[in-house]
Nanobody, 126 residues
Framework: QVQLVESGGGLVQAGGSLRLSCAAS????????MGWFRQAPGKEREFVAA????????NYADSVKGRFTISTVNTKNTVYLQMNSLKPEDTAVYYC???????????????????WGQGTQVTVSS
């Protein structure tokens, strides 16, 4: 089982930026598919961004394209989510997810990920 620890959430004004981090356990992090999901109050968890095992493929939800960027640093076993031009509708708990089985696709479905972090709150004020 992969342990995931998110950090970097907080309160920011609309138009601002935040960078979320997710540190993963395991010696084969470079082979994981990593994803970010979010869940707003009263809503279902939704896909935000993902990166494939090789880092060659990324996927973004339409609502965040052009504003969010997912990246990994394999030497730190860490995946980041850079969030710019934040909007109030980005307010949610953000979860990091891992697929240790790997894959060449940046999967968007939550069922493709076996390990999840505890979540970090992002609040964007208007």
């Amino acid at each position: 089982q992969v342990q995931l620890v998110e950090s970097g959430g907080g309160l920011v004004q609309a138009g601002g930026s935040l960078r979320l981090s997710c540190a993963a356990s395991g010696s084969t992090f470079s082979s994981y598919v990593m994803g970010w999901f979010r869940q707003a109050p009263g809503k279902e968890r939704e896909f935000v961004a993902a990166v494939s095992s090789t880092g060659g493929n990324t996927n973004y939800a339409d609502s965040v394209k052009g504003r969010f960027t997912i990246s990994t640093v394999n030497t730190k076993n860490t995946v980041y989510l850079q969030m710019n031009s934040l909007k109030p509708e980005d307010t949610a708990v953000y979860y990091c997810a891992a697929r240790p089985l790997g894959g060449r696709y940046a999967y968007t479905g939550s069922q493709m990920y076996s390990d999840w972090g505890q979540g970090t709150q992002v609040t964007v004020s208007s």
